[in-house]
Nanobody, 120 residues
Framework: VQLQASGGGSVQAGGSLRLSCAAS????????MGWFRQPPGKEREFVTA???????YYIDSVKGRFTISRDGAKNNVFLQMNNLKPEDTAVYYC???????????????WGQGTLVTVSS
């Protein structure tokens, strides 16, 4: 499975960006997919997931601002990010095959990352 993320960029606080992730290769229809991010100098963290179907989950810091969606037929996933804050600055990674390992969200496949920079 190959995941190609796009849509990152630089915005001012309060702005919006939409990230896209296209899956190819041995993509599983309606597979669990999600987004992680790695802020500068910090560990990568889980942000949001969409399970097979339409069930979604968000970390508290992005609830009400970020929306994950998918095009199940093409196994593409999107992340609409509104009211962005400087603390959202990070490299964002799409992922497929999410599962928990020892309480930590992990993924089987990862995209290459796209940089989001939010200035105050």
């Amino acid at each position: 499975v190959q995941l190609q993320a796009s849509g990152g960029g630089s915005v001012q606080a309060g702005g919006s960006l939409r990230l896209s992730c296209a899956a190819s290769g041995r993509a599983v229809p309606n597979a669990n997919m999600g987004w992680f991010r790695q802020p500068p100098g910090k560990e990568r963290e889980f942000v949001t997931a969409i399970w097979s179907g339409t069930t979604t989950y968000y970390i508290d810091s992005v609830k009400g601002r970020f929306t994950i969606s998918r095009d199940g037929a093409k196994n593409n996933v999107f992340l609409q990010m509104n009211n962005l804050k400087p603390e959202d600055t990070a490299v964002y990674y799409c992922a497929q095959g999410l599962h928990k390992s020892m309480g930590v969200m992990m993924a089987d496949y990862w995209g290459q990352g796209t940089l989001v920079t939010v200035s105050s």
